[in-house]
DNA sequence: TCATTATATCGTAATATTGCGATCTATAGA
DNA sequence: TCTATAGATCGCAATATTACGATATAATGA
């Protein structure tokens, strides 16, 4: 109780809600599209573009890391960090067949 | 603390980050990639097809529903179930950028 | 070496999520 | 009306997330 149930679902389905978790918070919205903007990689200073004290911002960037969505460099004194076009593309290619079904619905389907 | 502060973030950032939150359980996933399949309204023989209690699939099924990514409709006894495709539209708009700039990105960025 | 700067980690409090048994509600059918 | 069925809601326990002050780590520059 409490935990989730991982293991009773597909490694598919496991694999884009742990995608979608990550993007599940303004914060961390915020952080991609950040970097978006900057284009180039932006390094800590992301932290002084959040509302939101340093090591929760650091929280944050690991969280978005491990989902695999922004990498981190190390680049002399700081981090660049920067988003991942792999796993960007991954995550459109799972979410592809949601988008071309649910799209596809009547919407009075009921 | 702990309470995610919404309120430091634009509306498009929220409603982003909610959308993603509501696919950010395996479970809803499944729920969502069931409805799919079947194509056709299904009622509440989506419990039948997860491995939770009926609770449980209900709460996943009433967050769904208040991410608006699924509706509701009574259909006598039954509830009928179905994606909605104004909002998987919407998900994939506000998504769209992200993807077409993320995956613009040359690999080694940093 | 020492201070500074950038970032991560620890520890902890507040809050949210997940899961389910028990129970409630509402419709369907006898 | 009575009973069965489909779902929702309540209440609780376990766990996870969010946030941040304090502190640790590691590279930079004096």
Redesign the pocket.
């Known amino acids: ?6 293991e ?1 679902f597909s490694k598919r389905q496991n694999e884009l809600a742990a995608l979608a ?1 990550a993007l ?5 919205v915020a952080i991609i599209e950040h970097l978006l903007k900057v284009d180039s990689c932006i ?5 002084d573009k959040l ?13 978005l ?1 491990n989902a695999g969505l922004i990498t ?1 460099t ?8 920067c988003l991942d076009p792999k796993t960007w593309t991954r995550l459109r290619d799972l979410l592809d067949p949601h988008f071309t079904g649910a799209t596809a619905k009547k919407a009075e389907c009921c």
Chains 1, 2 share one sequence.
Do not use: F
Not at 43 to 47: E, K, L, P
């Open positions: 109780m409490g935990a989730t149930k991982t009773h978790k599940g918070h303004p914060a961390r390094c800590g200073s992301i932290v509302p939101l004290a340093q090591p929760t911002v650091s929280q944050h960037l690991k969280e890391k981190g190390i680049e002399g004194n700081s981090i660049c960090y």
